[in-house]
């Protein structure tokens, strides 16, 4: 039984790839992972990791503004110690980021009546976008042509941070700050790809981002 619980939600501001480091021949060379009902999801494991390195980049900064002990302290609560065993794990648990549920439901319910099909799901919700490489004169190269499958601007998604213990006013201002330095997710991320906004909700779905980060700017501040 979790201590807590909130809700990480964001929305595409640009065409993503959550792959699943493979394709279907004759078709497309990168596919995005999807569930059973064709709905594009990140897995968990990753979305911690892109989290995690937004509270790199934070603690970071705060480092070279001296302040860094406290706030390295609240990241390897949440988030755990590097390298460590299975009791410095951090206390957060991140789930998949999916679409919400309602819709998830509705989704689900039609490819169960047979009104749409999985393939149907996936070709709604994406596109296949097509590049290749370009030599030093602004020609193609030759056999470099590759295609990948994209999610659409502006798809949300949500993921469920669950706590093992109650998270401190330090911590809940750290994972603020994070979210709020989460600007991308999925393949050529650092390409324009997969540009998102992210921001947290509680478990009555209002947002918190605001107060939270206040939080971390009245410390950091003081």
Known sequence: M????????????????FGRGDGIPGLVDREVTTDGAGCPYLHGRTLKGLLGE????????????????????AADALFGVPGSTATG??????????????????????????HWTRDDVVEAISAIRRQTAIDANGAPEPHTLRSMRVILRATPFEARLSFDAEI???????????????????TARNRGRGRLTAR???????????????????????
């Open 89 to 114: 794990t951090g206390k957060m648990r991140v789930g998949h980021a999916r679409l919400p549920e309602a819709l998830r439901t509705a989704i689900a319910a039609e490819v169960a009546r047979k």
């Open 2 to 17: 979790t201590a807590q619980s909130v809700w990480l939600c964001f929305a595409l501001e640009s065409a993503a790839t």
């Open 200 to 222: 947290l909700e509680n478990d009555e779905r209002q947002d918190v981002t605001a107060a939270w980060y206040a939080l971390f700017r009245e410390e950091v501040c003081a």
């Open 54 to 73: 937004a509270c790199a980049d934070v603690l970071y900064a705060l480092r070279n503004q001296g302040s860094g002990n406290q706030w390295t302290a």
């Open 168 to 186: 401190s006013p330090a911590e809940r201002g750290l994972l603020a700050a994070s979210v709020l330095g989460f600007r991308g997710a999925g």
